[in-house]
């Protein structure tokens, strides 16, 4: 059985969640300030339409999806958890990093379950290079580079804020740990806030990673490379199916004072495949049921707020 879960906020990102929780079967509520809009998703998939004070008190509800301004996350969550229910929040968790850590510590004491949503990190490529890497195929990662840029979304959160969480839960992953130096630059050039940012953190034992994020570029890059001792891999999102991941041999090796490089052709490798949505959400279910401690969990969810307070401080 399939815990009964409401999502609250039926915003254009909600949505995705009312469609797949329906389609997986766990969708018990639907709640939003709108009423109207509400009751015309919970009408479509046969649910019922609350009120987000309603699906938070209710006992027919087991767990929630907040799908909210973040302003709203924290405080929602934490009368979530104190009604009893455990919570998937959509990335940012807070705007604020004392409100996240807040957030974390209610949830903690409540025995509560609290996922974030960084929906890349269910991504069947970047599972399979994370994998790679645990196989030992690039040898020691060194360095991680993130590109995400195109034109638009102007939604008043600068793009640090809206875009760079993404590729940031991805670094944490494949870092292991917490960063112990993060410096950004940001411009602004077509609008009035920051258009174009580039975030570097350092990680102890050497790692370095940076994220190139910008809204206002000609051309669209959703690239994440992993650069390794023994080769390098990429995840790439536009490119087509199966060519999404990439492994290159490119070997760099050094001969006294002298640093020599090898190319080698691109090998694309398999990837089983699945929708990250479905994935991230069918491991919340799992995490809920059996009580495990999720993937994205509370501890993450508060550093990449402290990341992007550092990178762009709030306020």
């Avoid at 995705?16 to 709640?31: D, K, S």
């Avoid at 630059?185 to 953190?201: E, F, K, Y």
């Avoid at 023994?230 to 790439?236: A, I, K, R, S, T």
Wanted: charged residues 25%; negative net charge; aromatic residues 6%.
């Amino acid at each position: 059985m399939h815990p009964r879960i409401a999502v609250i906020g039926c915003g254009q990102w909600g949505q995705n969640h009312v469609r797949t929780l329906a389609e997986i079967g766990a969708l018990a509520a639907v709640a939003d300030r709108n009423v109207e809009r509400a009751e015309t998703f919970a009408d479509r998939h046969g649910v019922a339409a609350m009120e987000p004070d309603e699906a938070i008190a209710s006992p027919d509800i087991d767990a929630l999806v907040l799908a909210l301004p973040a302003s709203a996350h924290g405080p929602t969550a934490r009368a979530a958890f104190a009604a009893g229910k455990d919570v998937l929040i959509e990335k940012p968790i807070s705007l604020d990093v004392a409100d996240a850590e807040l957030t974390a510590a209610v949830a903690r004491k409540a025995g509560r379950i609290l996922m974030v949503g960084h929906v890349l990190r269910f991504h069947p490529v970047f599972q399979k290079l994370v994998a790679t890497v645990a196989e030992g195929r690039i040898g020691t990662v060194r360095h991680i580079i993130a590109n995400r840029m195109g034109l638009g979304r102007f939604l008043g959160m600068d793009v640090v804020w809206d875009l760079a969480p993404h590729d940031l839960s991805l670094i944490l992953k494949m870092a292991g740990s917490m960063p112990i130096g993060v410096k950004a630059m940001r411009r602004t050039v077509l609008s009035d806030a920051t258009d174009v940012a580039d975030i570097v953190m350092e990680f102890a034992g050497g790692l370095k990673a940076e994220v190139h994020a910008s809204r206002i570029s000609p051309y669209r890059d959703r690239r994440f490379s992993v650069i390794g001792t023994e080769g390098m891999l990429v995840f790439d999102d536009l490119a087509p199916e199966g060519e999404k991941l990439g492994l290159y041999g490119h070997k760099v090796w050094r001969d006294g004072e002298v640093f020599s490089f090898e190319n080698a052709p691109v090998t694309h490798l398999p990837v089983s495949p699945g929708l990250p949505l479905d994935r991230e959400l069918r491991h919340f279910i799992d995490c809920v049921v059996h009580r495990r401690a999720p993937e994205t969990g509370p501890e993450e969810a508060v550093e990449t707020v402290r990341i992007l307070n550092a990178a762009s401080p709030l306020g």
